[in-house]
């Protein structure tokens, strides 16, 4: 295997020949069959493996920027490993301590930290076993921050590394003794690397690649089953599903309703409009037999009501879905409610009502043990967000994000590459705010050819364009605007 020659050379300890090993492992990742990358791709990056005390007196290995000098401080980004006595060595993607360019364009890029703050997570969660094995900068450009003094302390047999190149370090994957972790670790990392330098595998390791890419690409847009939800709302009680527009919200919590519930709860919509009286409890107008015909008397909410029924079907579990949750100041319409919101409370919570409702609460609001809520929440409406801490403090957040598998499963060609079209831009160009915005999988399910471009056409191209008249994707509007030119020579 190619890689085999890097991925002893990281696990190896003694540090004779340096130079002449890091040679012979570079030189095995190009050229067909045995390569993993093609052999043009070797121009694209030239290795600097200075010997032992040499040049910082740090030593590593670096494949760097092929227009950088062949010595001294080196600019743009590259993949470093820096070998230790007493550990394997240290993986990074490092800048250059010269600086961005050549690379600022790739560096400046949201995709390149995204991509690797998702391997990190990926390797962490797959392989870390309860250690932090990986680690990743928000933003590598930020070179004025270094790795932080807890993760220092704790992989302090690289603390030379630290010293000297701590802040440019933004990607970072410190090997435990099992070669096969380090293994994929190496791959992704060189993948990405010659993924942003436009080289793509050999086609004898695509399927390697692929798997590799699935795995981590899982931590970008993780799946989310119905499952988990519903054991989510069993150990929380209150659960909120956010994502973007398309992505099944809805859907999930109607089947949630049906089937894990067996129809035991209600579903209701938030609006602007929406109250304290309409959620809690308050006053409404009821025909009286007086010359005026009508008079107030305390009427419950949603919540009430849900709370009377779930007490009538307990011990089943009773959920309430609201949809379209942040569509009203959630804050304003619990009140003084949001102290029963509290699913390990160790004593029975319940507050004073402003009037009398009559059975079963009276005064005095309870929530049912049995009761759960969930809450869906479109994360590209904003125009009302909850951002109270306290709300947030006591739901639980969770969210859904577009599945290729399945646009793969009921979209026709056409749909799915509309599909990665869509997800790749915003993947690669979408600040963190922008980045749940992606456009969900419902919008991709045609399966007609013909259907499916007028359904990309008139529903599809309409939600684009709303965001760039709302300014939701300044930064990379060209790019939607783009799309959008291309969906209209469809």
Known sequence: MSLDPLVQLVHLLQQEDWNKRNDEAFKALFGSPEGRYPKAAEKSVTLRAPEMNQDSGVPFAA???PSNPTKGAYGGFSFVIFPATEAPCLVALVVGTQGLAPDEAILGRPGHARKAQ???????????????????????????????DDLQRRWSAHKPVFDRYGKVLYAIFKPNLDIKITRQAVTALLDLCFEERGFDVNANCRNDRDEIRA???????????????????????????????????????????????????????FHPNTTYENFIGGLAPEESGTQLGLHFVPKPGFLMGSAEQARNS??????????????????????????????????????????????????????????QVL??????????????????????????????????????????????????IFIEHAGED?????????????????????????????????????????????????????????
């Open 434 to 490: 922008a980045f749940s915005l992606v456009p969900g999988h419902s919008y991709f399910l045609e399966s007609n050819e013909g259907a499916a471009k007028e359904s990309l056409r008139v529903n599809l191209g309409p939600l684009l364009e709303e965001y760039l008249a709302q300014g939701y994707v300044t930064g990379f509007a060209e790019q939607i605007r783009t799309y959008l030119q291309w969906l209209q020579s469809l």
């Open 215 to 269: 795995n981590w690409f899982g931590c970008l847009m993780p799946v989310v089953t119905r499952d988990e939800v519903g054991k989510l709302l069993d150990s929380r009680r209150f659960v909120i599903l956010q994502g973007p527009p398309g992505t099944g919200k809805t859907m999930m919590a109607l089947e949630l309703l049906t089937d894990k519930y067996a129809g035991t709860g209600r579903s209701i919509q």
């Open 63 to 65: 494949y760097i920027h």
């Open 314 to 371: 307990y011990p089943k579990p009773y959920l309430l879905h609201i949809d379209e949750i942040n569509r009203a100041d959630l804050a304003k319409i619990l009140g003084e409610a949001i102290y029963l919101f509290e699913s390990k409370s160790p004593q029975k919570r319940e507050i004073d009502l402003p009037y009398d409702f009559g059975e079963p609460f009276h005064t005095r609001l309870q929530l049912p043990e049995n009761l």
């Open 118 to 148: 998702a391997i990190c997570t990926w390797l962490n969660k797959t392989f870390g076993v309860g250690e932090q094995i990986a680690w990743a900068k928000q933003d590598p450009t930020r070179t004025d921050l270094n790795v932080p």
């Open 375 to 424: 809450g869906t929440m479109n994360s590209a409406d904003r125009s009302i967000a909850i951002v109270d801490v306290a709300v947030r403090r006591r739901f639980a957040f969770i969210s859904l994000w577009p599945q290729m598998s399945v646009v793969e499963e009921y979209g026709c060609e056409l749909m799915r590459d509309a599909f990665r079209r869509i997800v790749s």
